[in-house]
């Protein structure tokens, strides 16, 4: 598989009244039912939409709604050229987007839903599974190249950093929060894929690989804690201090996004310009910020955003 190489500069839901997903019946003829009928969508939050939209297209008896997972880049630029009126997103509107959206009567509006890790995953041949942010720093911006730089005892070479694509929330993320702005260095070794999908398959098969990716992608279905991860990769525990240590790290899980322990955060947003106040791209946004919506992102793993939390110890008794 070739890669593209780049270079860039218990849970209690707060109860609400349930808005209504109808919509109004749809006209071929009708330019806004046109726009109306897509939303866009950065493809790391394939999974969890998938969901959320089967739900929702359950209930709307009226118009369907259906995805374009692209990356966040061409979303935004089809939310902006009003090709879509709903976008998802790990950023919020910009300053610029507001006001020209605003110059055309539109009233846009950013509807914070659900947190969601960003994860780190390395080869199950990877022993080395501890990772600061300083480090992970070091790695972006071409500082440390190989594994040796960071843990002197590995033997597995240069560091193959994959992201899922050049144009992703997740090489933002780690542009604009991780480097704080700064050049990420690629130096040959950091690369991009397609899909989610692609980057957890290439780290499989590759032991220097480390691939960034959205905690989403990891949870293992069956596993009904959504603490179960993929046995073909290894996920990182990552620590805000250096040295990392087990007893300083963490993974992306529910409680340590809750309480901020995990470093890599990011928050989902849908951006919603739909003209119509009873539009099915609105009310599908109004549906993912509701209890239901809410509960999905719970179960799926992700920390949803309106929502109150309680924490209980629960001993394991193990089978002798």
Sequence with gaps: MNRTQFNIVGLSLLIGLFLSCGGN??????????????????????????????????????????????????????????????????????????????????????????????????????????????????????????????????????????????????VRYCVDSVLQGR??????????????????????RHENAIGIIGSNWLNDKRDTTNVTFKKEITVMKVSKTDPATPHNSYRPYQYHIAYANYPLIRTIYALVNDPRPRGVPRSFASFCWHPDGQLIFFHAGMLPAHSDFTVREVNVRKER
């Excluded at 509006?109 to 070091?138: H, M």
Aim: net charge negative.
């Design 183 to 204: 050049e990420m260095v690629t130096g040959g070794n950091v690369g991009a894929l397609k899909t989610s999908a692609e980057v957890i398959d290439y780290v499989e």
């Design 25 to 170: 019946k749809p006209k071929t003829d009708d330019p806004y039912y046109e726009v109306a009928r897509y939303f866009a969508a950065d493809e790391s939050f394939s999974p969890i939409l998938d969901e959320e939209l089967d739900i929702f297209n359950m209930r709307n008896t009226q118009d369907s709604l259906h995805p374009r997972y692209i990356n966040e880049v061409d979303a935004m630029e089809m939310l902006m050229k009003e090709e879509t009126w709903l976008v998802f997103t790990t950023r919020k509107f910009t300053e610029k987007e507001k006001a020209s959206l605003q110059a055309r009567t539109y009233r846009p509006q950013e509807i914070p839903l659900a947190y969601d890790g960003l994860a780190l995953i390395v080869n199950r041949a990877n022993k080395d599974t501890c990772i600061s942010v300083r480090d992970f720093t070091r790695i972006l911006s071409g500082e440390a190249k190989n594994w040796s730089d960071i843990y002197p005892a590995s033997k597995l070479g240069t560091i193959d950093v994959t992201f899922d694509n050049p144009k992703s929330s997740t």
